[in-house]
């Protein structure tokens, strides 16, 4: 599958996800889809006919309350069935608000309790690399997360022990929950925070795919240093009203946005209606 097509598959999942099991969170999805559509249709080695091969990559959503798009990104690699995906965030669902590895193919680790992707991804590749493996370790931050101290002490962990095998991505849409990041604990010079720690750092459009496949796409032990690429994103990409809106990120569409949301990502003939 195309990138962008996957992308576009993971926004409509998202939208249609969050309306029926009635969550929140679908401007976070909707900033980090490309960035996984990415991952996962081109950079990331994954195999869904075995989820728990020993020399796969990993991937750790740090922020975890954009869990519905990892789901949805998994669906369309085939790990799970695209019609499960309704059921997210119902009773008896394995599809939790917050992204779960119980019971779900391709999940590596439980998140949602924010601050803590980047140090269980920290010691993945740490013990990669003394196993003498290969493969890579991706995680993905918020910037809003950044807020915490319990990355920073990861982020100097990984530099002093030189994991070249592990790439952070950051979705730096520049709002977190109730207001502006600048606006919470404002983190810029960002870039210069991220290489004073000693890693290697490249910022790209967060929403341009080759800029995205060229950034992540890095070979374990190229670097001798971590990697992080800060993504600059837009909240709520792909739908016009959505769009930097700090609404958007508990808000549910119901109704007559849910109805125009379908129309922007061209989400039609899904064999209901948009009151469903």
């Given at each position: 599958?195309?990138?962008?097509?996957?992308?576009?598959?993971?926004?409509?999942?998202?939208?249609?996800?969050?309306?029926?099991?009635?969550?929140?969170?679908?401007?976070?999805?909707?900033?980090?889809?490309?960035?996984?559509?990415?991952l996962y249709g081109r950079v990331m080695a994954v195999d869904?006919?075995?989820?728990?091969?020993?020399?796969?990559?990993?991937?750790?959503?740090?922020?975890?309350?954009?869990?519905?798009?990892?789901?949805?990104?998994?669906?369309?690699?085939?790990?799970?069935?695209?019609?499960?995906?309704?059921?997210?965030?119902q009773n008896g669902s394995k599809l939790s608000g917050h992204?779960?590895?119980?019971?779900?193919?391709?999940?590596?680790?439980?998140?949602?309790?924010?601050?803590?992707?980047?140090?269980?991804?920290?010691?993945?590749?740490?013990?990669?690399?003394?196993?003498?493996?290969?493969?890579?370790?991706?995680?993905?931050?918020?910037?809003?997360?950044?807020?915490?101290?319990?990355?920073?002490?990861?982020?100097?962990?990984?530099?002093?022990?030189?994991?070249?095998?592990?790439?952070?991505?950051?979705?730096?849409?520049?709002?977190?929950?109730?207001?502006?990041?600048?606006?919470?604990?404002?983190?810029?010079?960002?870039?210069?925070?991220?290489?004073?720690?000693?890693?290697?750092?490249?910022?790209?459009?967060?929403?341009?795919?080759?800029?995205?496949?060229?950034?992540?796409?890095?070979?374990?032990?190229?670097?001798?240093?971590?990697?992080?690429?800060?993504?600059?994103?837009?909240?709520?990409?792909?739908?016009?009203?959505?769009?930097?809106?700090?609404?958007?990120?508990?808000?549910?569409?119901?109704?007559?946005?849910?109805?125009?949301?379908?129309?922007?990502?061209?989400?039609?003939?899904?064999?209901?209606?948009?009151?469903?």
């Amino acid at each position: 599958m195309d990138t962008r097509d996957m992308a576009l598959a993971i926004r409509r999942h998202a939208v249609q996800m969050t309306h029926l099991g009635k969550s929140s969170h679908v401007g976070s999805v909707l900033s980090l889809a490309d960035i996984l559509a990415v991952l996962y249709g081109r950079v990331m080695a994954v195999d869904p006919a075995d989820p728990r091969w020993a020399d796969r990559d990993r991937f750790i959503l740090s922020k975890g309350h954009a869990g519905a798009g990892v789901y949805a990104a998994l669906a369309e690699r085939g790990f799970l069935p695209r019609e499960q995906l309704k059921t997210h965030y119902q009773n008896g669902s394995k599809l939790s608000g917050h992204v779960s590895h119980k019971g779900v193919p391709g999940v590596e680790f439980s998140t949602g309790s924010l601050g803590h992707g980047l140090s269980v991804g920290t010691g993945m590749a740490l013990a990669a690399k003394r196993a003498g493996r290969d493969n890579r370790v991706y995680v993905l931050l918020s910037d809003g997360e950044c807020d915490e101290g319990s990355n920073w002490e990861a982020i100097m962990f990984a530099a002093h022990h030189k994991l070249d095998n592990l790439v952070v991505a950051v979705d730096y849409n520049k709002i977190q929950s109730l207001d502006l990041v600048a606006n919470t604990l404002a983190l810029e010079p960002f870039a210069d925070k991220w290489r004073a720690f000693g890693w290697y750092v490249a910022e790209v459009d967060g929403h341009d795919h080759e800029a995205l496949l060229a950034a992540l796409d890095v070979p374990a032990g190229g670097r001798g240093q971590p990697s992080v690429v800060i993504c600059h994103t837009t909240k709520g990409k792909g739908v016009s009203f959505m769009e930097d809106q700090v609404l958007w990120h508990y808000r549910t569409p119901q109704g007559d946005e849910y109805r125009d949301a379908r129309a922007e990502l061209g989400l039609t003939g899904e064999g209901e209606t948009a009151d469903a």
